[in-house]
């Protein structure tokens, strides 16, 4: 395996017949999930799992993995975590077609540089971080502090991984402070 992706981390077990709520790390669960995928573990002993179906109940994604049927087998799978080969993860997809050009993985966004409007350059993005807030670029900056910058339109107007570069249109201060 390359480097894994996480796409969920298993929660409680859900009834008697083996479902697992999953935590939801990914924005295409739809297609991490489908029957038939195969993900890998953090946990040798469990091995990768093969899903045998999913369904949304109460804003909560369940699964059910093959060779898991019963509510005992589905609480040894607690906190595990669902990965996938950053080699399988495909093009990211759009809802539709106004968001095309909006979506990004993070590895397309991590090491371009990034600019000011003016053109002025303000780091590099170092990592992205995700938060129930919204997503937050990890700008470090030449003298190697770090800024997080929110990564929204507002702020980050113009994104061209092709070109290795961003700009960040930043509020007063935000680069000031720290």
Known sequence: MGDPVVVGRVGRAHGIRGDVTVDVRTDLPERRFAPG?????DRADIGPLTVAGFRWHSGRLLVTFEGVGSRSAAERLRGLLLLIDSADLGPAEANDEDEADDIWWDRDLIGLSAFTPDGALLGAVADVVHTPGGDLLVVTRPDEKE????????????????????VVDPPPGLFELG
């Open 37 to 41: 995928s195969v993900l890998a573990c």
């Open 147 to 166: 800024h997080l910058v929110p990564f929204v339109r507002q702020i980050v107007p113009v994104v061209e991984p092709g070109e290795g570069r961003l």
